[in-house]
T-cell receptor, first 112, second 114 residues
Protein backbone atom coordinates (compact mmCIF):
# COMPACT_ATOMS: atom_id res chain seq x y z
CA UNK A 1 0.00 0.00 0.00
CA UNK A 2 1.57 3.24 -1.23
CA UNK A 3 -0.54 5.47 1.00
CA UNK A 4 -2.05 7.22 -2.03
CA UNK A 5 -5.78 6.66 -2.44
CA UNK A 6 -7.87 7.15 -5.55
CA UNK A 7 -11.62 6.99 -6.06
CA UNK A 8 -13.51 5.62 -7.81
CA UNK A 9 -11.68 2.47 -8.88
CA UNK A 10 -13.81 2.06 -11.99
CA UNK A 11 -15.94 4.53 -13.91
CA UNK A 12 -18.12 3.79 -16.91
CA UNK A 13 -19.76 6.69 -18.67
CA UNK A 14 -20.96 7.87 -22.05
CA UNK A 15 -19.44 10.17 -24.62
CA UNK A 16 -20.06 13.84 -23.93
CA UNK A 17 -20.30 13.37 -20.18
CA UNK A 18 -18.17 14.85 -17.42
CA UNK A 19 -16.48 12.96 -14.59
CA UNK A 20 -14.36 13.79 -11.56
CA UNK A 21 -11.53 11.61 -10.30
CA UNK A 22 -10.29 12.07 -6.76
CA UNK A 23 -6.88 11.54 -5.19
CA UNK A 24 -5.59 11.77 -1.64
CA UNK A 25 -1.79 11.95 -1.39
CA UNK A 26 0.42 10.28 1.20
CA UNK A 27 0.44 12.03 4.52
CA UNK A 28 2.86 14.94 4.38
CA UNK A 29 3.34 14.95 0.60
CA UNK A 30 2.74 18.35 -0.91
CA UNK A 31 3.12 17.40 -4.59
CA UNK A 32 0.42 15.62 -6.53
CA UNK A 33 0.83 14.38 -10.09
CA UNK A 34 -1.70 12.97 -12.55
CA UNK A 35 -0.78 10.47 -15.24
CA UNK A 36 -2.76 8.75 -17.97
CA UNK A 37 -2.01 5.24 -19.15
CA UNK A 38 -3.57 4.20 -22.42
CA UNK A 39 -2.76 1.12 -24.47
CA UNK A 40 -0.91 2.93 -27.23
CA UNK A 41 0.65 5.82 -25.30
CA UNK A 42 2.05 4.27 -22.15
CA UNK A 43 2.22 6.37 -18.98
CA UNK A 44 1.89 10.05 -19.85
CA UNK A 45 2.26 12.97 -17.46
CA UNK A 46 -0.78 15.25 -17.34
CA UNK A 47 -0.32 17.84 -14.62
CA UNK A 48 1.38 18.56 -11.30
CA UNK A 49 0.29 20.56 -8.26
CA UNK A 50 2.43 21.62 -5.34
CA UNK A 51 0.73 22.81 -2.17
CA UNK A 52 -2.32 24.01 -4.06
CA UNK A 53 -0.55 25.62 -7.01
CA UNK A 54 -0.17 24.28 -10.51
CA UNK A 55 3.53 23.63 -11.18
CA UNK A 56 3.82 21.80 -14.47
CA UNK A 57 1.61 20.78 -17.36
CA UNK A 58 2.13 17.92 -19.74
CA UNK A 59 -0.04 16.52 -22.49
CA UNK A 60 -3.29 17.54 -20.86
CA UNK A 61 -6.24 18.31 -23.10
CA UNK A 62 -8.14 21.56 -22.70
CA UNK A 63 -11.22 19.48 -21.83
CA UNK A 64 -9.36 18.27 -18.74
CA UNK A 65 -8.67 20.33 -15.64
CA UNK A 66 -7.40 19.69 -12.15
CA UNK A 67 -7.03 21.34 -8.81
CA UNK A 68 -5.49 20.72 -5.42
CA UNK A 69 -7.45 21.71 -2.35
CA UNK A 70 -6.20 23.14 0.99
CA UNK A 71 -6.29 19.67 2.54
CA UNK A 72 -3.97 18.62 -0.34
CA UNK A 73 -6.35 16.20 -2.00
CA UNK A 74 -6.66 16.67 -5.74
CA UNK A 75 -9.38 16.23 -8.33
CA UNK A 76 -9.05 15.67 -12.05
CA UNK A 77 -12.06 16.79 -14.07
CA UNK A 78 -12.64 15.31 -17.52
CA UNK A 79 -15.38 16.84 -19.64
CA UNK A 80 -16.93 16.33 -23.08
CA UNK A 81 -15.62 12.80 -22.89
CA UNK A 82 -14.62 10.96 -26.05
CA UNK A 83 -14.04 7.26 -26.67
CA UNK A 84 -10.31 7.92 -26.78
CA UNK A 85 -10.32 9.17 -23.20
CA UNK A 86 -10.80 5.60 -21.99
CA UNK A 87 -7.68 4.84 -19.99
CA UNK A 88 -6.22 4.26 -16.56
CA UNK A 89 -5.68 7.49 -14.65
CA UNK A 90 -3.07 7.44 -11.92
CA UNK A 91 -2.36 9.91 -9.21
CA UNK A 92 1.05 10.05 -7.55
CA UNK A 93 2.48 12.07 -4.70
CA UNK A 94 5.92 13.03 -3.48
CA UNK A 95 7.44 15.13 -0.75
CA UNK A 96 9.57 17.17 -3.15
CA UNK A 97 10.13 17.42 -6.90
CA UNK A 98 13.29 15.28 -7.06
CA UNK A 99 11.86 12.53 -4.94
CA UNK A 100 10.36 9.18 -5.62
CA UNK A 101 6.72 9.41 -6.56
CA UNK A 102 4.29 6.99 -4.97
CA UNK A 103 1.34 5.95 -7.07
CA UNK A 104 -2.24 5.23 -6.20
CA UNK A 105 -4.11 2.17 -7.55
CA UNK A 106 -5.60 4.15 -10.42
CA UNK A 107 -9.08 4.83 -11.79
CA UNK A 108 -10.10 2.88 -14.86
CA UNK A 109 -12.29 5.09 -17.04
CA UNK A 110 -14.36 3.52 -19.77
CA UNK A 111 -16.20 5.83 -22.17
CA UNK A 112 -18.92 4.11 -24.19
CA UNK B 1 9.32 11.91 -29.56
CA UNK B 2 10.18 9.06 -27.20
CA UNK B 3 12.73 10.53 -24.80
CA UNK B 4 12.97 7.38 -22.70
CA UNK B 5 13.10 4.06 -24.51
CA UNK B 6 12.93 0.48 -23.37
CA UNK B 7 13.70 -1.43 -26.52
CA UNK B 8 12.91 -4.89 -25.19
CA UNK B 9 9.15 -5.39 -24.82
CA UNK B 10 9.71 -8.61 -22.89
CA UNK B 11 12.34 -10.66 -21.07
CA UNK B 12 12.16 -14.25 -19.86
CA UNK B 13 14.53 -15.51 -17.14
CA UNK B 14 14.94 -18.66 -15.07
CA UNK B 15 14.46 -18.40 -11.30
CA UNK B 16 17.76 -17.74 -9.53
CA UNK B 17 19.43 -16.19 -12.56
CA UNK B 18 20.11 -12.52 -13.22
CA UNK B 19 17.52 -10.30 -14.92
CA UNK B 20 18.90 -7.29 -16.78
CA UNK B 21 16.47 -4.64 -17.95
CA UNK B 22 17.73 -1.84 -20.15
CA UNK B 23 16.69 1.73 -20.77
CA UNK B 24 18.03 4.47 -23.05
CA UNK B 25 17.30 8.17 -22.95
CA UNK B 26 17.88 11.05 -25.33
CA UNK B 27 17.34 14.15 -23.20
CA UNK B 28 20.67 15.20 -21.68
CA UNK B 29 18.78 17.37 -19.17
CA UNK B 30 17.54 14.29 -17.33
CA UNK B 31 19.42 13.99 -14.05
CA UNK B 32 17.42 11.62 -11.89
CA UNK B 33 16.29 8.16 -12.90
CA UNK B 34 13.89 5.68 -11.35
CA UNK B 35 12.64 2.15 -11.88
CA UNK B 36 9.08 1.12 -11.16
CA UNK B 37 7.43 -2.28 -11.13
CA UNK B 38 3.80 -2.66 -12.13
CA UNK B 39 1.36 -5.52 -11.70
CA UNK B 40 -1.91 -5.59 -13.69
CA UNK B 41 -4.70 -3.49 -12.17
CA UNK B 42 -2.29 -1.81 -9.74
CA UNK B 43 -0.36 1.42 -9.72
CA UNK B 44 3.39 1.46 -10.38
CA UNK B 45 5.52 0.62 -7.33
CA UNK B 46 8.81 2.43 -6.79
CA UNK B 47 11.85 0.13 -6.80
CA UNK B 48 15.07 2.08 -6.91
CA UNK B 49 16.48 5.37 -8.14
CA UNK B 50 19.79 6.93 -9.08
CA UNK B 51 21.05 10.46 -9.38
CA UNK B 52 23.19 11.47 -12.35
CA UNK B 53 26.13 12.15 -10.01
CA UNK B 54 26.37 8.41 -9.33
CA UNK B 55 26.95 5.45 -11.63
CA UNK B 56 25.56 2.72 -9.39
CA UNK B 57 22.98 2.30 -6.67
CA UNK B 58 22.18 -0.90 -4.85
CA UNK B 59 19.22 -1.98 -2.75
CA UNK B 60 19.06 -5.63 -1.82
CA UNK B 61 18.57 -7.72 -4.95
CA UNK B 62 18.20 -4.62 -7.12
CA UNK B 63 21.07 -2.64 -8.62
CA UNK B 64 20.75 0.23 -11.06
CA UNK B 65 23.67 1.26 -13.26
CA UNK B 66 23.90 4.59 -15.06
CA UNK B 67 26.19 5.31 -18.01
CA UNK B 68 25.77 9.01 -18.68
CA UNK B 69 28.02 9.15 -21.71
CA UNK B 70 25.95 6.44 -23.38
CA UNK B 71 22.68 7.80 -21.97
CA UNK B 72 21.90 4.31 -20.79
CA UNK B 73 20.71 2.77 -17.56
CA UNK B 74 20.05 -0.78 -16.54
CA UNK B 75 18.37 -2.60 -13.69
CA UNK B 76 19.87 -5.83 -12.45
CA UNK B 77 17.84 -8.23 -10.34
CA UNK B 78 19.85 -10.97 -8.64
CA UNK B 79 18.65 -13.59 -7.95
CA UNK B 80 15.42 -13.38 -9.91
CA UNK B 81 12.30 -14.77 -8.25
CA UNK B 82 8.91 -15.72 -9.74
CA UNK B 83 7.33 -12.86 -7.75
CA UNK B 84 9.45 -10.44 -9.77
CA UNK B 85 7.30 -11.19 -12.81
CA UNK B 86 5.72 -7.85 -13.71
CA UNK B 87 6.08 -4.91 -16.08
CA UNK B 88 9.13 -2.76 -15.35
CA UNK B 89 9.23 0.90 -16.28
CA UNK B 90 12.20 3.18 -16.24
CA UNK B 91 11.49 6.87 -15.75
CA UNK B 92 13.48 10.08 -15.78
CA UNK B 93 13.22 13.51 -14.21
CA UNK B 94 14.99 16.68 -15.18
CA UNK B 95 15.35 19.71 -17.27
CA UNK B 96 14.23 23.26 -16.69
CA UNK B 97 10.71 23.56 -15.43
CA UNK B 98 9.98 19.85 -15.24
CA UNK B 99 9.33 20.14 -11.48
CA UNK B 100 9.59 16.43 -10.95
CA UNK B 101 7.52 15.30 -13.90
CA UNK B 102 8.32 11.66 -14.71
CA UNK B 103 8.94 10.69 -18.30
CA UNK B 104 8.38 6.95 -18.66
CA UNK B 105 9.64 4.33 -21.04
CA UNK B 106 7.16 1.94 -22.63
CA UNK B 107 7.91 -0.86 -20.17
CA UNK B 108 9.43 -4.34 -20.30
CA UNK B 109 7.44 -7.41 -19.30
CA UNK B 110 9.64 -9.63 -17.12
CA UNK B 111 8.69 -13.26 -16.69
CA UNK B 112 10.65 -15.34 -14.19
CA UNK B 113 10.11 -19.08 -14.62
CA UNK B 114 10.35 -21.44 -11.62
Amino acid sequence: DSGVTQTPKHLITATGQRVTLRCSPRSGDLSVYWYQQSLDQGLQFLIQYYNGEERAKGNILERFSAQQFPDLHSELNLSSLELGDSALYFCASSARAYNEQFFGPGTRLTVL
Amino acid sequence: DQQVKQNSPSLSVQEGRISILNCDYTNSMFDYFLWYKKYPAEGPTFLISISSIKDKNEDGRFTVFLNKSAKHLSLHIVPSQPGDSAVYFCAAIGGGTSYGKLTFGQGTILTVHP
